[in-house]
């Protein structure tokens, strides 16, 4: 691997995100939701980042801070190692950055304007921005619709004329117009049924590797986030509780709560299905009062009672336990290795 693939594109340090609660007779703000509360990563130049977790623990109000749609509400998110907040005085250079960071969303219904055209919903961008000029730009959206696997024909017609697949095939080439570095794939795969899950899933893997993209890939279960990712950070109830490369991650996931996640994935072997499997029990607690201690005590069913009261940190996973463990791996469970002895 080359030095600079070693390079993070994007690091966010200790990222909060909150918002606020507004309630009695004379609106005020009761309280805050939590959505992400402390959060660090980073996203290695063209690799791909997988970020897993159940509904609502913040995965999409990290991707949407990621992109400028929103501001933090605390912490630092850096973009080939400049400071967006310090970018937001120079609207200018603020432009040209916004235009590398783009958005693929789960539902591209949403993000696709009903009443224009493809040719308008692609063109009209790139020409505000400068990246074709008038006489190019027909050539160069004729390259996206190739590139997504979309025939020229598909130029006139609106976005309600199209199947979910196509849809979002409108919605990689609109994400790709602006020749971005990075892209949060916002569970671009959930809303499709699964063979068009499997093209979308392939359609993006290669179009990566082809353009060298770096990408953050938003999912609930790991078996799709797998697929695609280099590292998997696993997200639960606005922290990331274990972060590393991920096959590590999926062959050996230390923390309780990827465990589960993993046994939720389904299995196609016949001959393993009657493998134990740690189901989840109960819901993901609230995110405006979250759990004193480590956020997961209340649904883990190795919690010991300091797990009520200490909030655990993140810590290094002996790697090198096996052949295939490659890479970093880190865990926020001080039990994750005891665990695996007891079992
Ligand atoms: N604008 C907002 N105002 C108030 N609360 C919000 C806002 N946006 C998100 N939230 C809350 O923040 C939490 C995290 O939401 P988010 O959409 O990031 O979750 P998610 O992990 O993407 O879930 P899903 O997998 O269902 O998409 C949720 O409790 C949500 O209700
Ligand atoms: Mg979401």
């Known amino acids: 691997m080359n030095r600079e693939a070693m390079t993070p594109l994007i690091e966010v340090v200790d990222l909060k995100k909150y918002y606020p609660v507004r309630g009695g007779i004379i609106p005020h703000t009761t309280g805050w939701v939590r959505a992400v509360d402390g959060v660090s990563f980073s996203v290695m130049r063209a690799q791909t980042l997988g970020l897993v977790g159940e509904s609502g623990c913040g995965k999409s109000t990290i991707g949407r801070q990621l992109v400028g749609l929103e501001s933090p509400t605390e912490g630092s998110i850096f973009y080939d190692g400049r400071d967006l907040a310090a970018l937001q005085k120079k609207p ?15 539902d ?42 979309l025939p020229e024909t ?21 994400a790709l117009s602006l ?20 093209q979308i899933l392939n359609l993006l893997k290669e179009l990566q ?3 060298k993209l770096t990408l953050l890939f938003v999912g609930h ?11 998997i950070a696993v997200m639960y109830l606005g922290r990331i509780v274990e972060y590393g490369d991920a096959r590590d991650i999926f062959v050996h996931p230390a923390h309780p709560y990827t465990q589960a996640l993993l046994d939720a994935v389904p299995i196609p072997d016949p001959g393993e299905k009657d493998k134990p499997r740690r189901l989840l029990e109960g819901e993901i607690g609230s995110n405006i009062n979250p759990p004193a201690g480590c956020r997961f005590h209340p649904r883990c069913p190795y919690a010991l009672p300091l797990c009520r009261t200490q909030e655990p940190q993140m810590q290094k996973i002996p790697s090198g336990k096996t052949a295939l463990a490659a890479g970093e791996h880190y865990a926020a469970c001080p039990y994750c290795s ?3 002895e007891k079992e």
Do not use: W
Request: hydrophobic share 35%.
């Open 108 to 149: 591209p219904y949403s993000s696709l304007n009903p009443r224009k055209h493809i040719y308008e919903i692609l063109a009209q961008p790139m020409l505000y921005h400068g990246i074709s000029q008038k006489d190019t730009v027909r050539r160069d959206i004729r390259k996206l619709l190739n590139m997504v696997g």
């Open 179 to 198: 020749n971005p570095e990075f892209i949060v794939c916002d569970e671009p795969v959930s809303a499709l049924d699964v063979s068009i899950q499997a």
């Open 92 to 106: 200018e250079e603020m432009r040209q950055i916004r235009t590398k960071l783009q958005m693929i969303f789960q």
């Open 154 to 174: 598909v130029l006139g017609r609106y976005p309600h004329e199209f199947s979910g697949g196509q849809r979002q095939r409108i919605g990689i080439a609109k």
């Open 209 to 211: 590797k082809e353009l």
């Open 338 to 340: 005891n665990i695996k």
């Open 221 to 231: 279960g790991l078996g799709a986030v797998n697929y695609v990712s280099d590292r």
